[in-house]
T-cell receptor, first 115, second 112 residues
């Protein structure tokens, strides 16, 4: 149980365009979802935390107008990178947790390359 | 602010060796600590989760210990295999909120 999926697994987009990444909890209702970014050879850095039906809480230094997060249902959260630039190229990983669960369950990640 | 440090940054060992990965954290007010494995270009696989009230957890050839008062955890891998080659990440969750703070990871290579 506790499976989290992400779509797409990889995406290439041109500079200036927007790209949406989906994160789904397949077999549980995720009250909270988290979005992380991982640059090459670095660890995961939390970008934002979203609770279903509420606005996301962004970490310091993360631009909320650039990284739009929607958590409209208990099984789906989306991250939209708006006006993407090459420096946004990274590995984006989501995780999900639910009331009563001790841990976060991680998705397989999405590799974004902005050309 | 919680900071998590992992030592060593990289480790290369011959197959069959027992090895220890270290994780330290600056704030002992943690809810739990978790060890993950990450293969290149992939997501995270949870290996072991230790609640703050626990001293250790075991799963197969893996054993993780936690000394909350000293801010340390170790991951012991017995009889290492080439398939164990990956990056191992340590993460702590504070008592307030549910955020995870990750260490930079240890890159392990087990040579056959």
């Amino acid at each position: 149980g506790a499976v989290v999926s992400q779509h797409p697994s990889w995406v290439i987009c041109k500079s200036g365009t927007s790209v949406k990444i989906e994160c789904r909890s397949l077999d549980f209702q995720a009250t909270t979802m988290f979005w992380y970014r991982q640059f090459p050879k670095q660890s995961l850095m939390l970008m934002a935390t979203s609770n279903e039906g509420s606005k996301a809480t962004y970490e310091q230094g993360v631009e909320k107008d650039k990284f739009l997060i929607n958590h409209a249902s208990l099984t789906l959260s989306t991250l939209t990178v708006t006006s993407a630039h090459p420096e946004d190229s990274s590995f984006y990983i989501c995780s999900a947790s639910a009331l009563g669960l001790y841990e976060q369950y991680f998705g397989p990640g999405t590799r974004l390359t902005v050309t | 602010k919680q900071e998590v440090t992992q030592i060593p940054a990289a480790l290369s060992v011959p197959e069959g060796e027992n090895l220890v990965l270290n994780c330290s954290f600056t704030d002992s007010a943690i809810y739990n600590l978790q060890w993950f494995r990450q293969d290149p270009g992939k997501g995270l696989t949870s290996l072991l989760l230790i609640q703050s009230s626990q001293r250790e957890q075991t799963s197969g050839r893996l054993n993780a210990s936690l000394d909350k008062s000293s801010g340390r955890s170790t991951l012991y891998i017995a009889a290492s295999q080439p398939g164990d080659s990956a990056t191992y990440l340590c993460a702590v969750r504070g008592v307030y909120g549910n955020k995870l703070v990750f260490g930079a990871g240890t890159i392990l290579r087990v040579k056959s």
